[in-house]
């Protein structure tokens, strides 16, 4: 088998909402393969110590911190990005927040709050990045989807229309920019011991039902992500795009 076809040395990731949690396991796998990773989040001391980890063990990072909401912001961040990092070959829109609650009870805030950080950002980062990979015939990008892009429970209303947005988000950006030869595609995890779901693994009725829902019987890691991602970054996918695939231990395939 060729060898390169995972090998991402000398190729230039940002991964948005990467200072933790997934995000953060997505750089450093992406880094691990031989990209140089662009760390983002807002909170500049949690991306200097991301980026602290990802050096010490050897690896090529930077850090563009920028609020995923902001239009101007990103216009601006992603120049500076170019010019001073380098062309972005991979772009991960992974930025993501939850605000539950049931939806007779759910504020105007916290559904336009999980709407623009979940699903509006990847329109706004990709507008600028789009075009820049079609300018040079080449470009990955993958947006962060999620089980919930197909199914939800009770408070997630507004996490799951953003991730069903963003499933079909990722079709639309691979309908008009696949003939540039980029390729778009969507990671989906199932249940993640992340920060974002602590409370949900360290409650003893909930970490039972999603122990009995997943068939694999567990939570994921965030490592066992990391093939996926590194596979839709790589050449190995040159002919993949538009695809969602969900790395969920078999949960969607089960009732
Ligand atoms: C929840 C969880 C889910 C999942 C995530 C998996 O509240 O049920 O946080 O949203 O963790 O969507 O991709």
Same mark, same amino acid.
């Given at each position: 088998?060729?060898?390169?076809?995972?090998?991402?040395?000398?190729?230039?990731?940002?991964?948005?909402?990467?200072?933790?949690?997934?995000?953060?396991? @997505?750089?450093?796998?992406?880094?691990?393969?031989?990209?140089?990773?662009?760390?983002?989040?807002?909170?500049?001391?949690?991306?200097?110590?991301?980026?602290?980890?990802?050096?010490?063990?050897?690896?090529?990072?930077?850090?563009?911190? @920028?609020?995923?909401?902001?239009?101007?912001?990103?216009?601006?961040?992603?120049?500076?990005?170019?010019?001073?990092?380098?062309?972005?070959?991979?772009?991960?829109?992974?930025?993501?927040?939850?605000?539950?609650?049931?939806?007779?009870?759910?504020?105007?805030?916290?559904?336009?709050?999980?709407?623009?950080?979940?699903?509006?950002?990847?329109?706004?980062?990709?507008?600028?990045?789009?075009?820049?990979?079609?300018?040079?015939?080449?470009?990955?990008?993958?947006?962060?989807?999620?089980?919930?892009?197909?199914?939800?429970?009770?408070?997630?209303?507004?996490?799951?229309?953003?991730?069903?947005?963003?499933?079909?988000?990722?079709?639309?950006?691979?309908?008009?920019?696949?003939?540039?030869?980029?390729?778009?595609?969507?990671?989906?995890?199932?249940? @993640?011991?992340?920060?974002?779901?602590?409370?949900?693994?360290?409650?003893?009725?909930?970490?039972?039902?999603?122990?009995?829902?997943?068939?694999?019987?567990?939570?994921?890691?965030?490592?066992?992500?990391?093939?996926?991602?590194?596979?839709?970054?790589?050449?190995?996918?040159? @002919?993949?795009?538009?695809?969602?695939?969900?790395?969920?231990?078999?949960?969607?395939?089960?009732?």
């Amino acid at each position: 088998m060729n060898s390169k076809l995972f090998d991402l040395t000398g190729r230039t990731a940002l991964i948005t909402g990467s200072s933790q949690g997934l995000g953060f396991a @997505f750089a450093r796998g992406l880094a691990e393969a031989g990209a140089t990773v662009v760390l983002n989040g807002r909170d500049e001391k949690k991306l200097a110590l991301a980026s602290a980890e990802l050096t010490a063990a050897g690896l090529k990072v930077a850090t563009a911190a @920028f609020d995923v909401t902001d239009g101007a912001g990103i216009e601006r961040a992603i120049a500076r990005i170019e010019a001073e990092v380098a062309p972005i070959d991979i772009l991960v829109n992974n930025a993501g927040i939850h605000r539950r609650a049931l939806l007779a009870e759910m504020t105007e805030a916290q559904w336009r709050e999980v709407l623009d950080t979940n699903l509006t950002s990847a329109f706004l980062v990709g507008r600028q990045v789009g075009p820049r990979m079609i300018a040079r015939r080449s470009g990955k990008i993958i947006n962060t989807c999620s089980v919930m892009s197909e199914v939800c429970r009770p408070t997630t209303g507004n996490y799951a229309a953003a991730k069903g947005g963003l499933k079909m988000l990722t079709r639309a950006m691979a309908t008009e920019w696949a003939k540039h030869n980029l390729q778009v595609n969507g990671i989906a995890p199932g249940y @993640f011991e992340t920060e974002l779901n602590k409370p949900l693994v360290e409650n003893p009725d909930f970490n039972k039902w999603i122990c009995g829902r997943t068939p694999a019987g567990r939570w994921g890691k965030p490592a066992e992500l990391v093939g996926t991602v590194v596979f839709l970054a790589s050449t190995a996918s040159d @002919f993949v795009n538009g695809q969602i695939i969900y790395v969920d231990g078999g949960l969607l395939a089960a009732i």
